[in-house]
């Protein structure tokens, strides 16, 4: 009988006496997974967690992060996983509009938070030494949909974060869908590098354990840690975003000694990458597959492109996932055709729930199905908001966003929250933020500012800037000029900057 809902996977994984989760020295059994994830959850429904009720986890990349998910999940509670890197104020937002009545944090993290969450009735749940520290009843709070998994929050068009919300099924048919066309099975060793916060990165947890296999858990600082995770391991699957490929081509000098026959596959999302990022790829592993994807939180995963077609369509994200249609519709509400550009329309049982609390926001990206299937009564389909054009073949490659959204490194930021603390630090009369091409972080974050008649040095700016931001949301470069170009109605010209920026640096390379 297939699994219904998320913690089940756990229940249908491995032996008991199989190694689940490694961390560093660390390893977990499937029988000691089981057990943990038990030993929460009863925890937390002693505390009064109810059916719906949204627990944030505020942990470093662990083997209690992942007893939390599963916990959670197990406990009928809705898991909202926080990157580690955020600051006080964006964990704030995140736990205030999630309406979470319970935090999953340890000693560290939680003093972090300089007092940040005092104000809210949230529960402080530590984990490790001080488990019992702020523990008390959980206040009632307003259910979620029973449906309702988890919530990852990502960049929107507004500058603050939102809630996407997942449902069980969303989440088992990613796990499925991947697992099928990367062929994932019980003997397979995971290197997991990306964050639970990442869809892309939880989605690696838990096709891992749908599989009894085995997920080695590493937080990088040099290219060469990945290499000797690789070899240490005999890791056979690694999923990436372009910067960690540009880490391990150009800057990992263990790479090119390291016997790493066992990796099977290399993965990449969370932004496209240059197709000599992708030729240096291959050389140094000729025998491990590169599985270029493409995907958005809202849907997850929509594309694929199979290893054997990656000679003929290096710049392509590929063709619909399995279980999945992607179709491009034009901006007069046609179907394109073969080599017309549209934006690119996702049909398929990964299409999230929309933004939590943002009916508004969730109606512009889940939209009726303009094309429902014969004899189908119309349902929802994600809208991404990215153009593409569509080969004879069936192949889709991606042209650009159809808004001002910035994807770095993996994540999706946007510039009004980029530009909200460039003006907090009281440097500068104006700022806009734009996107420039960059081979190793797909974006890199370019701030043109105006300055204000007394202002600090760039350097003290961004020594503000990396106190209020995380680290992707800090600008690599800070120009200035003496007014920003606007539209006929008033409003910054962001097309002009960014085009203007882009072919000076063209015509620099050139």
Known sequence: MAPSLLHHLLDRAGADTAVAVVDGAEHLTYGAFRGRVAI?????????????????????????ECVAIFAVAAAGGVFVPIHPSLRPRQVRHIVADSGARALLTDPGHAEGLD????????????????????????????????????????????????????????LLAGTRIVRTYLGIDAHDRILSVLP????????????????????????????????????????????????????????????????????????NSGGSLAVPTIVRLRQRLPQTEVVLMYGLTEAFRSTYLPPAEIDRRPDSIGRAIPETEIFLVTPDGRRAKPGEPGILHHRGPTVSMGYWKR???????????????????PGLVCRSGDLAVEDADGFFRFIGREDAMIKTQGFRVSPTEVEAALMETGAFRAAAVIGLPDPSLGQR????????????????????LRKALAPHLVPRSIETVAALPTTPNGKVDYKRLTAERAAAEIRADG
């Open 40 to 64: 929460l959850r009863d925890r937390l429904k002693g505390l009064g967690l109810g059916t719906g009720d949204r627990v944030a986890i505020l942990l470093p990349k662990s083997i209690r």
């Open 115 to 170: 007092g940040a969450l005092d104000d809210l009735p949230t529960v402080r749940i530590l984990t490790g030494e001080a488990a019992e520290a702020d523990e008390a009843p959980l206040i009632p709070g307003e259910p979620a949909p029973r449906e309702l998994a988890a919530i990852l929050y990502t960049s929107g068009s507004t500058g603050l974060p939102k809630g996407v919300m997942l449902s069980h099924d969303n």
């Open 196 to 267: 639970f916060s990442f869809d892309y990165g939880l989605n690696q947890l838990l096709t891992t354990v749908e599989q009894g296999a085995r997920i080695v858990l590493l937080t990088p600082r040099l290219g060469d840690d990945v290499v000797r995770a690789l070899e240490s391991h005999r890791i056979t699957g690694l999923a990436g975003v372009p910067t960690l490929w540009t880490l391990l081509t150009r800057a990992a000098p263990h790479l090119a000694k390291a016997d790493l026959s066992a990796l099977r596959y290399v993965t």
């Open 359 to 377: 009916p508004e926001d969730s109606a512009r990206v889940l939209v009726p199905d303009p094309f429902p299937p014969d004899g189908a009564a």
């Open 445 to 464: 974050i370019h701030a043109v500012t105006v300055p204000a008649e007394t202002a600090p040095t760039t350097s003290e700016v961004l020594q503000s």
